[in-house]
C-alpha cells in the first residue's frame, strides 16, 4: 500500500515546535505535470544505460510503497526534525 501521509515535526531550542502534514495524493496530483516530464526523462536514462524499462519502473514502485512506517531523525546541534511516513 502507498504512503498516505508524511509529517514533519521541526524542534528548536526557545521556540514552539512546527509540525506540518503533507498528504501525498493531492501533491501528487498537483505536481503530476512534473511527474510526467520525470517519467520521461526516467525512460530516456533507462534506454541509454539499457535498463529494463518495466523492471525500473516497478522496482521504483516497490521501492514508493515500503515507505510506510518510516522514520528519520536528524539532530543538529539543539535542533530537531522528525520526518514519519505513514
Known amino acids: 500500500m502507498m504512503p498516505q501521509l508524511f509529517t514533519v515535526l521541526v524542534?528548536?531550542?526557545e521556540h514552539r515546535p512546527i509540525r506540518i502534514w503533507v498528504p501525498?495524493?493531492?501533491v501528487a496530483l498537483v505536481f503530476s505535470p512534473?511527474?510526467?516530464l520525470a517519467a520521461l526523462v526516467a525512460v530516456?536514462?533507462?534506454?541509454?544505460y539499457r535498463i529494463s524499462v518495466p523492471l525500473?519502473?516497478?522496482?521504483?514502485?516497490r521501492f514508493f510503497c515500503a515507505l510506510s512506517g518510516t522514520r528519520v531523525d536528524v539532530h543538529e546541534g539543539r535542533s530537531t526534525v522528525l520526518v514519519s511516513i505513514r
Open 34 to 36: 512534473l511527474l510526467v
Open 56 to 61: 525500473a519502473f516497478s522496482s521504483g514502485w
Open 44 to 48: 530516456v536514462a533507462c534506454v541509454i
Open 11 to 13: 524542534r528548536r531550542p
Open 24 to 26: 501525498v495524493l493531492p
